[in-house]
């Protein structure tokens, strides 16, 4: 499958676009089921979370790919941004101070809110009331994109809220360790064989650990299909800070409710 079949009317990719594809692939055919799907028993507004929360995810995969990982050439960022593969004007808040995690250029429109504010999901965790803790924006589904100590790591609390350049980063490293490891296995297995050539067989001291430790690959190769492997890719995603960052919704709510009682 082509790798420009977004728009076959666009100039050839270059050098370097595949190793984004197979995601943005994934992500335009998960788009394409999700407004598929029924509508039955959802509100209006929630019909609509699959879209920005993918543009999101779409978007934030191929930012982190140049600007975190260096994984791709300005080239290959420039692309993506003339063809309309990524939301450029979301990207340009996140160079901003205080919109780093931006969910959509929607919620801080005050046009879209009452009383000329913006969205619930833009209060840091530490300014809401005790009933306001759990609150989403109704249009994205976020709960919670404001900068700082004490968010939730992931906005929306789903896979859409992965971070996907990490995530691959994290399995690519796993492949090589387990490469290395099974080079390593290899070399001394024959050095067993030739220092006991006639003898019985050794113990092998293989580790039955693999991809188990990382949970399933999805179907797609895409989100994470375990906890450790979300875990290593916040770490990367968010380097020695992930841990203070990413206080859960559900802790930070307990913790306020005590207090407040």
């Given at each position: 499958?082509?790798?420009?079949?977004?728009?076959?009317?666009?100039?050839?990719?270059?050098?370097?676009?595949?190793?984004?594809?197979?995601?943005?692939?994934?992500?335009?055919?998960?788009?394409?089921?999700?407004?598929r799907e029924t509508n039955a028993g959802k509100r209006?507004?929630?019909?609509?979370?699959?879209?920005?929360?993918?543009?999101?995810?779409?978007?934030?995969?191929?930012?982190?790919?140049?600007?975190?990982?260096?994984?791709?050439?300005?080239?290959?960022?420039?692309?993506?941004?003339?063809?309309?593969?990524?939301?450029?004007?979301?990207?340009?808040?996140?160079?901003?101070?205080?919109?780093?995690?931006?969910?959509?250029?929607?919620?801080?429109?005050?046009?879209?809110?009452?009383?000329?504010?913006?969205?619930?999901?833009?209060?840091?965790?530490?300014?809401?009331s005790p009933e306001q803790m759990a609150a989403q924006?109704?249009?994205?589904?976020?709960?919670?994109?404001?900068?700082?100590?004490?968010?939730?790591?992931?906005?929306?609390?789903?896979?859409?809220?992965?971070?996907?350049?990490?995530?691959?980063?994290?399995?690519?490293?796993?492949?090589?360790?387990?490469?290395?490891?099974?080079?390593?296995?290899?070399?001394?297995?024959?050095?067993?064989?030739?220092?006991?050539?006639?003898?019985?067989?050794?113990?092998?001291?293989?580790?039955?650990?693999?991809?188990?430790?990382?949970?399933?690959?999805?179907?797609?190769?895409?989100?994470?299909?375990?906890?450790?492997?979300?875990?290593?890719?916040?770490?990367?995603?968010?380097?020695?800070?992930?841990?203070?960052?990413?206080?859960?919704?559900?802790?930070?709510?307990?913790?306020?409710?005590?207090?407040?009682?």
């Amino acid at each position: 499958m082509s790798a420009n079949r977004w728009d076959p009317k666009a100039k050839k990719p270059p050098k370097g676009f595949n190793y984004l594809a197979p995601i943005l692939s994934a992500l335009e055919n998960e788009l394409r089921d999700k407004v598929r799907e029924t509508n039955a028993g959802k509100r209006n507004t929630e019909s609509m979370w699959p879209v920005h929360q993918i543009n999101w995810q779409r978007s934030r995969y191929v930012y982190d790919m140049y600007y975190t990982h260096k994984k791709i050439s300005k080239k290959v960022y420039d692309y993506c941004i003339k063809n309309k593969l990524i939301d450029a004007a979301l990207i340009a808040k996140w160079k901003k101070t205080g919109y780093e995690r931006l969910c959509s250029t929607y919620v801080i429109n005050s046009n879209n809110y009452k009383f000329g504010t913006t969205s619930i999901c833009r209060v840091p965790l530490k300014d809401r009331s005790p009933e306001q803790m759990a609150a989403q924006d109704p249009t994205t589904g976020c709960r919670g994109c404001a900068s700082g100590v004490g968010q939730p790591r992931n906005i929306f609390g789903n896979k859409y809220g992965q971070n996907l350049a990490a995530v691959q980063v994290a399995r690519e490293k796993r492949m090589e360790e387990l490469e290395q490891k099974r080079l390593l296995e290899e070399q001394e297995e024959e050095a067993r064989t030739n220092s006991a050539a006639g003898g019985g067989e050794g113990d092998s001291e293989t580790d039955d650990d693999s991809d188990d430790d990382y949970g399933p690959t999805p179907a797609a190769g895409v989100w994470a299909g375990g906890s450790k492997l979300e875990l290593e890719s916040e770490r990367l995603a968010g380097g020695d800070d992930a841990d203070d960052a990413g206080e859960d919704i559900h802790e930070h709510q307990a913790k306020k409710l005590k207090s407040s009682a």
